[in-house]
């Protein structure tokens, strides 16, 4: 599949069955990520290669469990790559830390 949108719905046919899915983020270009539904488990997220994809144009009867999963989940951020922070000091408003406490002595 060339171009894998975020919402977009695609079929996984991975080594297993081949399931319906949403494609949730697209984090490179050898990876994208797939809400699918885990029969034994439920709506899950799946990372799989976007040559396993392949396009649907009709909605299956999973597809609400599905969205209410990309619904619930939090977007994914981009540009701070493990726990790095953007840069800089953090709020402008507190430049310096903060002063020791005394006891009241």
Known sequence: ??????????????????????VFDT???SKVVVAVVDPGRGPIFLTVHPDVLAER???GP??????????????????????VSAGGRGNRGHTRGA???TTGR
Do not use: K, Y
Not at 66 to 81: D, H, S, W, Y
């Open 1 to 22: 599949m060339d171009f894998t949108g975020v919402g977009q719905l695609v079929t996984v046919a991975g080594d297993g069955p081949t399931r319906n899915g949403i």
């Open 62 to 83: 999973e597809d609400r469990a599905l969205n209410m999963l990309i619904r619930r989940t939090p977007q994914p951020v981009r540009g701070a790559a493990r726990g």
């Open 99 to 101: 002063a020791h406490r």
């Open 57 to 59: 144009s009709d909605e």
């Open 27 to 29: 984090p490179s270009r």
